[in-house]
Nanobody, 127 residues
Framework: QVQLVESEGGTVQAGGSLRLSCAPS??????????MGWFRQAPGKEREFVAR????????LYSDSVNGRFTISRDKDTGTAYLLMNSLKPEDSAVYYC??????????????????WGRGTLVTVSS
């Protein structure tokens, strides 16, 4: 079993930056290849894909809404994934979730492709 623990979010002014981390506990070493991703859900909206990274080669994908502003990365030694968010906008306010897909077969841009989820962390961007 794998558990994912996100760092605390917070409140930041528009134009500011924030970095989230996601640390998995459990036997991720049992997975030959996996993907870690970030999703977010704003009040009254569906959960949406933000970014993903393949653990082995580090291949990344981003949603159009964050491409060029957010950067996903991973530390292979500690197993931690990061989401660096720059140039934040009020519309980035949401609960952010990290997730792990243990047997990715596609682009892993949909929540259904992920097997494990963190509890979520709130990010608020004030105008």
């Amino acid at each position: 079993q794998v558990q994912l623990v996100e760092s605390e979010g917070g409140t930041v002014q528009a134009g500011g930056s924030l970095r989230l981390s996601c640390a998995p506990s459990g036997r991720t070493e049992d997975f030959i290849y996996y993907v870690m991703g970030w999703f977010r859900q704003a009040p009254g909206k569906e959960r949406e894909f933000v970014a993903r990274i393949g653990w082995d080669a580090g291949i990344t994908l981003y949603s159009d809404s964050v491409n060029g502003r957010f950067t996903i990365s991973r530390d292979k030694d500690t197993g931690t994934a990061y989401l660096l968010m720059n140039s934040l906008k009020p519309e980035d306010s949401a609960v952010y979730y990290c997730a792990l897909a243990r047997s990715p077969a596609g682009r892993t841009m949909t929540s259904a492709e992920y097997n494990y989820w963190g509890r979520g962390t709130l990010v608020t961007v004030s105008s």
